[in-house]
């Protein structure tokens, strides 16, 4: 097997690329390059490792032809173009917790540096004025922070801040009532926050909900000598309103880690009295920097070697431990889905998964996606695992989940159903010895067959001496049969005929084929 190549393209710590090298990929570490140099070599990678300064952007999604997986190390992933990445069938990951303590500590880091005028006071002593009288500084003890976001972050700001003997409210749409006691923190609205606060700080990721969420009119809402600190992402805040605020004595302080554009060399907030500002150094710590270099590292060979899927953004969650087990019935869920595919001419408005016995007590979404990657893959090659849920909705396909887990006939069994303009048609087949998919149903009638290859489905009549004429006329055009497969509602009634050959068969066979009497129809299949 040749080795998945990896390209890191931002600087992450040294431990990343040995884990690749000890998990089998082979990997390239280049940073700083120019976008118009990445697509230039993207092509030959299988995975790419970034922190926040690659910009994953469609130009270089199409370019990626061998791409399929993305992980950044760290938490942000707005520098990627998701669902674009979704559409090409890119697993894009984070690392969702490596350095959220060291940004919380950073936010805390802020917060004392505003409240007591660090960074001035360090230029004026070093500039040898000694200026005792012009720094006067307040307490943060009994002090009220207000958190906008209390997710992964905010909840590590808000412990901290108990500690130092805040009092702590938060604005979280998506925080209940029993995590905010949990956290100690308050629930309030955002107008109550932006009323209460001493310090404002900002915990959430940037979306078209949080976009300037600290707009001018906001801004104007909060308690005159108010401080501010961001550490999430730049474009929160409206920085010319930031300004103005400033300079006006209505914000005492405001301090950025994060910028509308970075990297910000030019800004105009920067020399307004009061601002102070870090070149997005949330997460730069030793110790985070090794964490999320290791999990990226860890995830994304997992991914590449294994198909171990954690902390998709795009995906459903697979374990490494539990990809051997789910991989045959993801290749059982994808032949059934193809199948099915391949023998429906019609618009399928839905399609059923219905899982029994073993397979129910399984992960679902995986097997579910390989259903849909195997429908999907009749329409178009470029689904996979990833899109295919993605592509079903914008196809307008409802899809259901069903599960049963006590056992039927089989141990284990998948049906996948499509409603059709004729009713419900469905295939189901089990795991032969848990490891080889076989189809055990097909519209109703049992039939055992490995689908493997080029297949031959025909529709007919019970007749006597109709399995001779196929034999025969395959035969007599050199295509040989590997296996045979029979199935019948009743005697003399509707029957199918499944037929493995070797190498595929032409249309006008096809058509000889469908001539024979008691024929009603033939389909070529691929597996
Ligand atoms: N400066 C840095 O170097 C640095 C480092 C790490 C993370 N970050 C950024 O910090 C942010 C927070 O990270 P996290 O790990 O805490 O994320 P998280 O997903 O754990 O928490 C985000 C919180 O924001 C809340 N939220 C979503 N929409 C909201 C809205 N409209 N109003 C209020 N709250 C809303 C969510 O409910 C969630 O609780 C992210 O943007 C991340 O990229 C920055
Ligand atoms: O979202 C994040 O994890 C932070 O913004 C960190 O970004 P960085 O990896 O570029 O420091």
Known sequence: MTKPKVLISDKMD??????????????????GLKPEELIEIIGKYDGLAIRSSTKVTKEIIDAATNLKVIGRAGIGVDNVDIPYASAKGIVVMNTPFGNSITTAEHAIALMFALARQLPEADASTQAGKWEKNRFMGVEVTGKTLGLIGAGNIGSIVASRALGLRMKVVAFDPFLTPERAIEMGAEK??????????????????????????????????????????????????????????????????AALDVFAVEPAKENPLFGTPNFISTPHLGASTSEAQVNVALQVAEQLSDYLISGGVTNALNMPSLSAEEAPKLRPYMALAEKLGSMIGQLSHDVIPRISIHTEGAAAELNQKPIVSAVLAGFLRTQTDTVNMVNAPFLARERGIEVREIKTEREGDYHTLVRVSVKTSQGERSVAGTLFGNAAPRLVELFGIKVEADLDGNMLYIANTDAPGFIGAVGTTLGEAGINIGTFHLGRREAGGEAILLLSVDGSVPQELLCKIDALPSVRRVTPLKF
């Open 188 to 253: 309030v609205d955002l107008e109550t926050l932006l009323a209460k606060a001493d310090f404002i700080t900002l915990h959430t990721p940037l979306t078209d909900q949080t976009r300037n969420i600290l707009s001018a009119e906001n801004l104007a809402k909060t308690k005159k000598g108010v401080r501010i600190i961001n550490c999430a992402r730049g474009g929160l805040i409206d920085e010319a309103a930031l300004k103005e605020g400033l300079e006006s004595g209505h914000i005492a302080g």
């Open 14 to 31: 040294p431990q990343a690329a040995q884990i690749f090298r000890e998990r089998g990929c082979e990997v390239d570490e280049i940073t």
